[in-house]
């Protein structure tokens, strides 16, 4: 009688096509969904996993594609992973046996050289070299108006890797030379799966719609092109008609920072100066 075949769980199911891992990554990117791609580039005595072997891990650290090897290495890149896909920092997870560790000085968990070490606690002893990289969705800015200040966006956004979504009067769309997306009128998405970061530059055609539909976004920034007092009384407008205080925490308005800009390409730099500032002290802080 033929010795029965064990399976292995889903999660640990290899996927040794190089082919099928790359349709895995696209297909997360498509979805805009965060992950990390782990890739053995070393292995020294035995390790289950050879170089060049790839796992696509979810921000749960669990792994939904490829193949790293056994636990030995596991539990350590998976940690790693759930970092990186946090802060957008790739790192290379040395997982070594531990009384080589131990001759080296170094203890588990410790990094140098920017290499975090971990202990291999198998039986093997082996030795493996691992990088971590997230891919993360791009972040998307969306533009309320067409304006030049809003076509200014458009423009500079785009450059510096923006997903760019545009709203406006139908008329409008083609003044944009080219968004990623055009969206007639103002209905902004109320969720979405990446970062986004709302500019409402109407500058007086249609100022009240596009900035309450901006503020019932689930945007973490959004910005309003235009006086503080223009703010002050579309503030008190929609709260009569009401919309809660809470909702304008998120609002920056003037938009933008005060560089003393003047022309719409200044004002376009200073917005995205200012979330370039906020975006980026979120990953240091993460």
């Known amino acids: 009688m033929n ?23 696209a297909a997360m990117r498509a979805k805009a969904e965060p992950f990390a791609v782990a890739t053995v580039v070393r292995t020294v005595s035995l390790t289950a996993a050879k170089a060049g072997a790839k796992a696509i891990i979810r921000a749960d650290g669990t792994i939904t594609g490829g193949w790293i090897g056994g636990g030995c290495a596991r539990g350590a890149v998976l940690r790693t992973a759930r970092q990186v896909i946090a802060d957008g920092e790739a790192r290379l997870v040395s997982v ?19 290499v975090r070490f971990a202990a291999n606690r198998c039986p093997s002893k082996g030795t493996m070299d691992v990088f971590v990289e997230a891919v993360l969705p791009r972040a998307q800015l969306v533009i309320c108006g067409a304006t030049p200040v809003a076509k200014a966006l458009c423009d500079l956004g785009r450059r510096m890797g923006y997903e760019t979504v545009v709203h406006a009067p139908e008329a409008d769309l083609d003044a944009f030379a080219a968004p990623d997306r055009r969206v007639a009128g103002y209905a902004v998405d109320r969720e979405a799966a990446q970062t986004r970061f709302v500019v409402v530059a109407t500058q ?16 973490g920034y959004v910005a309003f092109v235009g006086s503080r007092l223009k703010a002050a009384a579309l503030r008190e407008e929609m709260i009569r008609a009401g919309l809660p205080q809470a909702a304008f925490e998120r609002l920056h308005a003037p938009a933008g920072l005060d560089i003393g800009a003047i022309t719409p390409e200044e004002i376009a730099m200073s917005i995205l100066a200012e979330i370039t500032v906020l975006r980026r002290r979120g990953q240091r802080a993460a």
């Open 204 to 219: 007086g055609a249609g100022d009240a719609t596009a900035l309450r539909a901006a503020l019932e976004s689930d945007a």
């Open 3 to 25: 010795a029965p075949v064990i399976t292995p769980p889903p999660e640990t199911m290899p996927m040794t096509d190089p082919q099928d891992v790359l349709s895995l990554v």
């Open 96 to 114: 070594q046996p531990e009384e080589l560790l131990a001759d080296l000085g170094i203890a588990p968990g410790d990094e140098r050289d920017g």
